[in-house]
């Protein structure tokens, strides 16, 4: 009796997997990014409410294996145009993920930082290092696979049109990367990073960085350095950024951060090539999560330039996340 009640028990378990069937599903995304600022720069003070970006798009699951994903971005180009906001294409790719292996084609998230703007986490308030400093774009055409060996161990292998989401395809010119993340114990994770892009002169680019993720304390580092700038042989940047982020409550975190850019002085030049965007950033805040899909965060930062005789810029933020 009793090894007829397992046998229909084990029966009934087969049966029910076999009858549950993956349904279609999917639903529309909205994230917008808002901020009032207040500047003190040479003497001079100014204050306005800005909104820089605004993701609209929609995500459908085919089946447990095939994703895809559209969203446009509504921001502030700030190319001194007539246009105080610009659409972009910013997303709009497949993906096939089975077990440890993901493919995604079309218009993809890059790589190159995407583990350390999840790490830092305030991407509304301020960008990660090589995006904030114009290393790479964040979305672009191309592929991306992605390969878990092992709990502790990852690769990502992708090839980009390398121009970016908002220029598309402006020459044949290909991007490969390939970048590798470890985590070798509990809260800890490792990362390593290199791409190449260009013919004649290649630009190449070289990431490392390291971070703990406790269940309170996050304190993350990384250095990041690009040769030939943009395939212009000579322009190479490089700079780093140190961020920690302290978790009070469910609601309230603590973060400070600080960011170095600086660029290499060409040949007959008594100044780096891109002085006027090299400099020193330090900032402090507070993030407040009043309600789920809302973030209010309250900062201050000081810029310091690498240009001689520029006084340094002070910045009072109060930037907002929205997320539906």
């Known amino acids: 009796m009793l090894l007829l009640l397992v046998q229909g028990i084990i029966t009934m378990g087969f049966s029910q997997e076999s009858t549950e069937e993956f349904k279609p599903n999917g639903k529309p995304l909205a994230l917008i990014f808002s901020n009032f600022r207040y500047t003190a720069e040479d003497g001079d003070t100014w204050g306005r ?6 993701y609209l798009g929609y995500e459908y699951n085919f089946s447990s294996n095939w994703y895809a994903k559209a969203v446009l971005d509504v921001g502030n180009p700030d190319d001194g145009g007539r246009y105080e906001f610009s659409a972009f294409l910013k997303n709009a790719y497949f993906r096939y993920k089975k077990n440890k292996f993901s493919a995604s084609f079309g218009m993809v998230s890059t790589t190159q930082f995407k583990v350390s703007e999840k790490i830092w986490g305030y991407r509304y308030m301020l960008k990660s290092h090589q995006d904030a400093y114009r290393y ?17 161990i990852s690769a990502d292998f992708a090839v980009y049109n390398g121009e970016g989401y908002q220029k598309l395809e402006a020459d044949s010119v290909l991007r490969p990367a390939l970048g590798i993340t470890v985590n070798p114990i509990k809260d800890i994770t490792a990362r390593i990073y290199l791409d190449v892009m260009g013919d004649e002169v290649k630009q190449q680019s070289l990431a490392g960085f390291l971070a703990y993720t406790g269940e309170k304390l996050t304190v993350a580092g990384e250095y990041n350095y690009q040769k030939d700038f943009r395939m212009r042989e000579g322009q190479d940047i490089y700079g780093m950024s140190f961020y920690a982020t302290y978790k009070a409550s469910n609601k309230i975190k603590v973060f400070a951060r600080y960011d170095s850019i600086d660029s290499s002085t060409l040949d007959g030049e008594d100044q780096p090539w891109q002085v006027g965007r090299d400099g020193d950033l330090i900032m402090a805040g507070l993030e407040f999560a009043p309600i789920k899909g809302v973030k209010l965060t309250p900062n201050i930062r000081n810029w310091s330039y690498a240009e001689a005789g520029r006084s340094n810029r002070v910045d009072l933020f109060l930037n907002c996340e929205v997320k539906f």
Do not use: E, M, P
């Open 49 to 54: 409410f800005q909104i820089r970006r605004a």
């Open 136 to 152: 790479s774009s964040s979305a672009d055409l191309g592929f991306v696979l992605t390969y878990k060996f092992a709990d502790f």
